[in-house]
């Protein structure tokens, strides 16, 4: 792996082959490349000039800024030793893509001021995507905590990060001999909020519940004090929950600590993913049907829901992610596994359209390396995807819309 500040293209251009869309292939080498989550505004600058990705080669791995009309990429840091999460390593037993001590996908961007905040090991440290300044947020959260996807607050002032417990058998060096949600008796299950300054400074909780699992915990884009949050009950936590009975996503008002339901129009209220618009108006959600299918739907943070449709021939995993500047939410599953579609939500009927093919191999790699995770930039005119066209490898893409 190259030093810090280091800059070379290794991209391929191609025109989709059913939309004709401009596609870069941002990277060939590697053993993953991660574009951040589906959630909203935190992999590309304001401007779109800009957008982050983690990469793990010859056993390191650090965090990169691609320029996206040219596709030339930028080491923002030195390479640290390792690779993969302490998240996959907590959650699959003790297993990953590597010792979990490296960087992956869990990150977010500011992108106002260009500081990207990543995982490193146990570490939550931030890099400016164009002095490459470095600051250390948090030298170490402790071998008994688990973090989750850090979310930075609209004015950039500081980063929240969901903490769960560590699974207790790994904590005290023992052979695993149950997973990580069946390992927590009732009223074992601690769930915290921690907030840090981006400028550097003691971090705190800022809020903490017991017996539920919340590994997201994204920022209203207009309003610092209201969170979107999960509430993963029992037995099967962010797999299932408890099956439907306990609603999934909520808004927590951070000041108050007051808690509303976003409720579906669906029996079912399991929904496996969720996130802002853009404008902070909405949020939109997806789950599986109790009947077979999905059901899609937006709802306004205070619980009225303004569209949902149930489709019941959509038989595929996947996520949902904003649009900028369209009524629309991307896809990238559950109508087919292996493209990429805006779904409109400005009429009664819902509307597809191609966006471009992704192509992964959803199974081709551990944990969510092999997940699309798709994202808009601030401006509408770029998405950002991965795809494990290659079995065994991740790369990151970018198409011109």
């Known amino acids: 792996m190259d030093r810090k500040g280091s800059t070379w293209n290794e991209s391929e251009i191609y025109s989709d082959a059913l939309t004709l869309r401009r596609v870069r292939r941002v990277t060939t080498r590697g053993y993953y490349n991660a574009t951040p989550t589906y959630h909203t505004n ?5 401007d779109g000039e800009f957008f982050v990705f983690a990469s793990a080669r010859g056993g390191r791995s650090a965090v990169f800024r691609c320029h996206t009309k040219s596709g030339d990429i930028t ?5 640290v030793d390792g690779t993969g999460c302490v998240d996959e390593m907590q959650k699959s037993s003790g297993h990953g893509t590597g010792n979990g001590m490296g960087i992956s996908m869990l990150m977010c961007v500011a992108p106002k001021t260009r500081w990207l905040v990543y995982l490193a090991g146990r570490a939550v440290r931030a890099v400016h995507l164009e002095t490459l300044e470095e600051r250390e947020l948090v030298r170490d959260w402790g071998r008994e905590w688990v973090v989750g ?6 004015e950039e002032t500081h980063v929240i990060l969901p903490l769960v417990p560590a699974h207790p058998e790994l904590l005290a060096g023992k052979r695993v001999t149950r997973n990580y949600m069946d390992a927590f008796a009732p009223g074992e299950f601690i769930h915290r909020l921690v907030e840090a300054p981006l400028k550097g400074g003691p971090s705190r909780v800022v809020y903490e519940v017991r017996d539920t699992h919340c590994a997201h915990c994204p920022h209203c884009p207009i309003d610092p004090d209201l969170l979107l949050v999960d509430r993963d009950m029992a037995p099967k936590f962010w797999g299932g929950s408890d ?5 999934r996503i909520w808004t927590l008002k951070l000041s108050t600590k007051q808690l509303t339901e976003l409720l579906p129009l669906e029996k079912s209220k399991f929904q496996m993913h969720a996130g802002w618009t853009f404008d902070g108006q909405g949020i939109f959600y997806h789950g599986p049907r109790k009947e077979g299918g999905y059901y899609i739907g937006v709802t306004r943070p205070t619980s009225e829901v303004i569209r949902e449709y149930s489709l019941p ?4 995993y996947g996520h949902v992610s904003a649009m900028a500047g369209r009524p629309a939410i991307i896809l990238d599953g559950n109508v087919t596994p292996d493209t ?3 779904l409109y939500y400005d009429a009664e009927q819902p509307r597809l359209e191609m966006i471009a093919r992704h192509n992964t191999n959803w199974n081709g790699m551990p944990w969510q390396y092999s997940h699309p995770h798709p994202q808009s930039d ?18 990151a893409f970018v198409v011109a819309v």
């Not at 080491?75 to 390479?79: E, G, K, S």
């Not at 021939?313 to 595929?316: C, M, Q, R």
């Open 243 to 247: 099956g439907g009975k306990t609603n």
């Open 313 to 316: 021939a959509a038989h595929h």
């Open 75 to 79: 080491q923002l840091i030195d390479p």
């Open 378 to 395: 601030p401006t509408g005119k770029w998405i950002s995807f991965n795809s494990c066209i290659e079995r065994g490898r991740a790369d």
């Open 42 to 46: 935190t992999a590309f600058t304001s």
């Open 149 to 154: 996807v850090p979310s930075i607050d609209p």
């Open 340 to 342: 990429l579609f805006w």
